[in-house]
């Protein structure tokens, strides 16, 4: 197998479903080498053994992106047995949808800690180590709440807007170095994360559950909800050569909702 990442080593943290599972799978098409990092280790097999049941390469790694010493050991077993790390995706995140009046400090540090915190420590591993060899490239999971303020989501966006921050300052202390940093802010895509916040969301708009994405179709220039595979592209192009060029930069896949 050949192609765009060929025997790239890719790590993807939040790797076992939802978007992260699409770039493990889009990038091990693309001959990358894949590292599947996730907090739930079955969930992370599942994804590895479907790659190579495919003809790809991948291992699966238990992995609390909140917790140092998990995201070290992750990064130094993944040099060891796979080689050194080209392409670091912060995909894992946790998503509460409520009132800020009702918002706690648990909820408040879960958001800050997976999603915030989490890319904060898998970039210094990454980057580290990407130091040592000769460069490597970096993609932040941000949001259409990373560049836009919303109701119910004072915690979520706190932490995507913070994550275009932590991406364009990584991009131009390390560009020197051969270290490129970019984010996507993906819109809406249907994913296990939505089934556990689906209610919430209806609750904010004053809609059934099953209204929720229908009405999101109407408020989307391209008249359709986002898929894993429109954010594992995006991913892929950022990942890949052609993307050599690009860094610091917060790319939207959302089909016209958001444009700056
Ligand atoms: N789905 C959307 O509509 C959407 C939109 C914009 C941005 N995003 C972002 O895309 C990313 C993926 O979202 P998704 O919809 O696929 O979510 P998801 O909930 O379906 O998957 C997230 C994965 O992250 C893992 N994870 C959670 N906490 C972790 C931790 N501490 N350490 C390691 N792994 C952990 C989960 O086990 C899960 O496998 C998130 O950062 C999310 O904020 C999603």
Same mark, same amino acid.
């Given at each position: 197998?050949?192609?765009?990442? *060929?025997?790239?080593?890719?790590? /993807?943290?939040?790797?076992?479903?939802?978007?992260?599972?699409? %770039?493990?799978?889009?990038?091990?098409?693309?001959?990358?080498?894949?590292?599947?990092?996730? #907090?739930?280790?079955?969930?992370?097999?599942?994804?590895? !053994?479907? %790659?190579?049941?495919?003809?790809?390469?991948?291992?699966?790694?238990?992995?609390?992106?909140?917790?140092? *010493?998990?995201?070290?050991?992750?990064?130094?077993?993944?040099?060891?047995?796979?080689?050194?790390?080209?392409?670091?995706?912060?995909?894992?995140?946790?998503?509460? %949808?409520?009132?800020?009046? !009702?918002?706690? *400090?648990?909820?408040?540090?879960?958001?800050?800690?997976?999603?915030?915190?989490?890319?904060?420590?898998?970039?210094? @591993? @990454?980057?580290?180590?990407?130091?040592?060899?000769?460069?490597?490239?970096? /993609?932040?999971?941000?949001?259409?709440?990373?560049?836009?303020?919303? $109701?119910?989501?004072?915690?979520?966006?706190?932490?995507?807007?913070? %994550? #275009?921050?932590?991406?364009?300052?990584?991009?131009?202390?390390? @560009?020197?170095?051969?270290?490129?940093?970019?984010?996507?802010?993906?819109?809406?895509?249907?994913?296990?994360?939505?089934?556990?916040?689906?209610?919430?969301?209806?609750?904010?708009?004053?809609?059934?559950?099953?209204?929720?994405?229908?009405?999101?179709?109407?408020?989307?220039?391209?008249?359709? /909800?986002?898929?894993?595979?429109?954010?594992?592209?995006?991913?892929?192009?950022?990942?890949?050569? !052609?993307? *050599?060029?690009?860094?610091?930069?917060?790319?939207?896949? $959302?089909?016209?909702?958001?444009?700056?």
């Amino acid at each position: 197998m050949s192609g765009r990442l *060929d025997k790239r080593v890719a790590v /993807i943290t939040g790797g076992g479903r939802g978007i992260g599972a699409q %770039i493990c799978r889009t990038f091990a098409e693309e001959g990358a080498v894949v590292a599947v990092l996730d #907090i739930q280790q079955e969930a992370a097999e599942q994804v590895a !053994e479907e %790659i190579r049941g495919s003809a790809g390469q991948a291992i699966a790694m238990a992995c609390d992106v909140t917790n140092r *010493d998990d995201v070290e050991q992750a990064a130094d077993q993944i040099e060891r047995e796979l080689g050194p790390l080209n392409v670091w995706v912060n995909n894992a995140g946790v998503s509460y %949808i409520l009132p800020f009046l !009702e918002c706690t *400090d648990e909820i408040w540090d879960r958001t800050l800690n997976v999603n915030l915190k989490g890319a904060f420590l898998c970039c210094q @591993a @990454a980057i580290r180590r990407m130091l040592s060899h000769q460069g490597g490239v970096i /993609i932040n999971m941000s949001s259409q709440s990373g560049k836009v303020g919303n $109701s119910h989501y004072a915690a979520y966006c706190a932490s995507k807007f913070g %994550i #275009i921050g932590l991406t364009q300052s990584l991009a131009v202390e390390f @560009a020197a170095q051969g270290i490129r940093v970019n984010a996507i802010c993906p819109g809406v895509v249907p994913t296990p994360m939505w089934d556990t916040q689906i209610e919430d969301y209806a609750r904010k708009r004053g809609l059934k559950p099953e209204e929720v994405m229908s009405y999101f179709e109407s408020k989307i220039p391209m008249g359709r /909800i986002g898929t894993a595979k429109d954010v594992a592209h995006a991913a892929l192009f950022l990942a890949s050569d !052609e993307a *050599d060029y690009i860094t610091g930069q917060a790319l939207n896949v $959302s089909g016209g909702s958001v444009m700056h």
